[in-house]
């Protein structure tokens, strides 16, 4: 060892030269970021968290160039969650520069691929087995009829409407989410333009996701809503 050490500085304009790359460097953004990153890192009490992950991801993406971002899972979660609750407000947060979140043709995109599930597959597959465990939480959310026109296709009629004589503008979103049972994480897995449903709508809206969720590879421990008379009918349909 001492030899090698010797060999090192064997002549001393090798050492001024490492000196004087050491006293010349400016520590940039980046390395105090790395530090903060790594900080994060231990903190393994917090690795579960929504919340944790979610800010963790945004740090991390400023150390990329904007156009080189590659969003985390967390971030995507979250971005399309707002989305889906509201389009005009995605668009004012992206373009404000607030959170860095993906391009609303990005969001869009990953809703369409999210038809078949795919996500929630592999969710499930990253999860331990009694993290496949979930509740499933559905309510209705009360919509101001609108009807838009877009791409071709006219969006804003009830997906229960077909069984009426005339179609009709949805009035509420059934959203179906579910919850680990053990904890984080929370995930949107339907959310449903709907009008005048009653109870064998409802049983027949959360019949498919909830075999969604069995094929994914997820156990379900129990359905958790209010306690309308509509979802008490339900319930005793089921």
């Not at 409407?161 to 904890?183: D, R, W």
Request: net charge neutral; hydrophobic share 45%; with cysteine.
């Amino acid at each position: 060892m001492e030899q090698l050490y010797l060999k090192v500085i064997f002549r001393w304009t090798q050492v001024e030269d490492i000196m004087s790359v050491i006293d010349n460097y400016d520590i940039k953004n980046s390395d105090h970021l790395k530090i903060i990153l790594e900080s994060l890192d231990k903190m393994e009490d917090l690795h579960g968290s929504a919340h944790f992950q979610f800010l963790r991801a945004q740090l991390q993406l400023l150390l990329n160039a904007p156009k080189g971002h590659r969003f985390d899972k967390q971030i995507l979660v979250v971005a399309a969650e707002i989305y889906g609750i509201s389009p005009a407000a995605y668009k004012m947060i992206y373009r404000s520069g607030v959170l860095a979140i993906p391009s609303v043709a990005t969001i869009k995109k990953l809703l369409r691929a999210s038809f078949n599930d795919d996500n929630l597959v592999d969710l499930f597959k990253e999860f331990k087995p009694q993290k496949r465990l979930v509740n499933a939480l559905f309510d209705e959310v009360k919509l101001i009829s609108t009807l838009r026109y877009t791409g071709g296709h006219a969006l804003g009629y009830a997906q229960n409407s077909s069984q009426n004589s005339t179609e009709t503008l949805a009035t509420h979103a059934l959203v179906i989410e579910i919850v680990c049972h053990h904890g984080v994480p929370r995930y949107i897995l339907r959310v449903l333009p709907v009008a005048k449903l009653n109870a064998d709508d409802l049983k027949g809206n959360l019949q498919e996701p909830m075999f969604a969720i069995v094929k994914a590879g997820g156990h379900i421990v129990s359905l958790v809503c209010d306690n309308c008379p509509k979802n008490q009918a339900e319930v005793k349909c089921i």
